[in-house]
């Protein structure tokens, strides 16, 4: 008896938050959604400091994890404002958080990237043109300030979710568009965004 009311409540919960009672993580968003075409909203810098941020920027990293992603962009969580994580274990990508991100990029695309897109489920893996390299402003999870260079892997990663907050998905793009990209220019990114 006590454990049906117990389901019971955690099940209004979860109903009540948009999110699983059962383990720390939010539905994502596919294609369709409207917020996934929205212009992310910046982040008051004192939001940063409180708990619920905090764990809020727990849940997404337990999210991406758990879809096997090494990308997650707040959007695709139904949360329109200027956050990504990042990385982690097995993914080659160190785990970062970026708040507020400004990307500028450097040079032109020189790469077609293979990305599979966590809210594109099921158009499958597609075909980007990307920067090889790019320059991020950024505030971390404590509100830090940052600016780096990013290439590789990272720098796909980076444009991937900057592109969430801008409202683009990777079915947006058109390979064709970009005919000086060499074959052997190719690249494939193994986990999911
Ligand atoms: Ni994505």
Not at 2 to 23: D, M
Not at 44 to 54: G, H, Q, T, V
Request: charge should be negative; aromatic fraction near 14%; glycine fraction near 6%.
């Amino acid at each position: 008896m006590n454990q049906l009311f117990l389901v019971v409540i955690l099940s209004f919960c979860s109903l009540a938050h948009g999110r699983s009672a059962f383990f720390d993580t939010f539905p994502i968003l596919q294609a369709e959604h409207p917020t996934l075409r929205m212009l992310a909203q910046e982040v008051e810098l004192n939001e940063i400091d409180s708990p619920r941020f905090k764990s809020f920027i727990k849940d997404m990293f337990t999210t991406m994890k758990r879809n096997s992603g090494v990308g997650l962009a707040a959007p695709q969580i139904n949360f329109s404002k200027k956050i990504f994580v990042m990385g982690g274990f097995l993914t080659g990508v160190k785990k970062r958080v970026m708040i507020n991100p400004e990307v500028e990029f450097i040079g032109e695309p020189d790469k077609i990237s293979r990305e599979a897109c966590l809210s594109a489920h099921e158009h499958g893996p597609q075909r980007v043109p990307r920067y090889s390299k790019v320059y991020v402003s950024y505030y971390d999870e404590n509100g830090q300030f940052f600016e780096q260079e990013f290439s590789g892997y990272t720098a796909i990663v980076i444009q991937h979710e900057y592109d969430h907050l801008l409202g683009k998905l990777v079915i947006d793009y058109d390979e064709s568009l970009y005919p000086w990209i060499e074959a052997d220019n190719y690249v494939e990114i193994p986990y999911p965004l």
